[in-house]
């Protein structure tokens, strides 16, 4: 399961091959979300999993050369804290590539991406090989390979819808009946009276439906007396 100590009797071999591996598994994984344009690429990527093994190197170094000091002394050794450290600094780094706009989050997959591939780094620089290359196949295939299946799980979409339009007479009623013939759900309700503008602004969050039909309700809606503006995304 570990790599040996040397390669061809020497550390320094072993400690390039480490490196060289989890820079390639970093690499690999970083040039998919390259392709996608997000924000943490192949750069990003490859540092963190080289990064990540380059700690675990020197975690090991520290065990090596001072593991056999006695118990009983000053010093106290603990090589996992290294780990530790790791994982919340990838903590970090994966909260800035997080970006949210309005209720659409989008970065979680290139966070996770991000967390995935220093703990392939760690494996790698702890010499657990067949750990490290598990870890890539698994991240390439849900990166690659489940992105293709999405298409084919049906799943709710989410439209917000806003409304403005005058307070008398009021259309509320006609905009539930609405959507109650497109069978669709109001997850979310909200409104602004302004009784000076005698106008009346609605938001709704709509769900439980399988495609975007904010340009149909549109066309409906424009059609209600006293609708004044719609905006829908």
């Known amino acids: 399961m570990f790599f040996d100590s040397t390669l061809f009797g020497s550390y320094e071999l072993m400690i390039f091959l480490k490196i060289l591996l989890a820079t390639l598994a970093g ?10 344009g997000r924000p943490a690429g192949l750069r990003t990527h490859l ?11 020197i975690s090991e170094a520290f ?3 001072y593991g056999d000091l006695p118990g009983t002394g000053v010093l106290r050794l603990d090589p996992g804290r290294a780990a530790a450290q790791i994982i919340t600094g990838i903590g970090f780094l994966g909260a800035g590539v997080i ?8 970065g979680l997959t290139t966070a996770a991406c991000l967390w995935m591939v220093a703990g392939i780094g760690m494996a790698f620089g702890m010499g657990m090989i067949s750990a490290g290359l ?3 196949a698994v991240a390439l295939f849900s990166l690659i390979a489940l992105k293709k299946l999405e298409p084919m799980i049906k799943k709710d979409r989410y ?15 006609q905009l539930e009946d609405l959507f109650a013939d497109y069978k ?18 609605y938001r709704f969050v709509i769900s439980q439906h399988q495609e975007r039909i904010g340009r149909n309700l549109i066309r409906v809606i424009t ?10 995304k």
Do not use: W
């Open 27 to 36: 690499g690999i994984i970083g040039l998919e979300r390259e392709k996608h």
């Open 47 to 57: 540092l963190v999993s080289a990064g990540s093994c380059l700690m675990m190197i």
């Open 63 to 65: 065990f090596l050369k």
């Open 99 to 106: 970006i949210k706009e309005g209720f659409i989050v989008r």
């Open 134 to 136: 598990i870890g890539t």
């Open 159 to 173: 439209l917000h819808l806003k409304v403005t339009a005058t307070a008398e007479p009021d259309i509320y009623p």
């Open 184 to 201: 669709l759900r109001l997850s979310n309700i909200e409104t602004d009276l302004n009784i000076k503008e005698n106008t009346v602004v």
């Open 223 to 232: 059609a209600i007396e006293g609708v004044q503006k719609i905006h829908f």
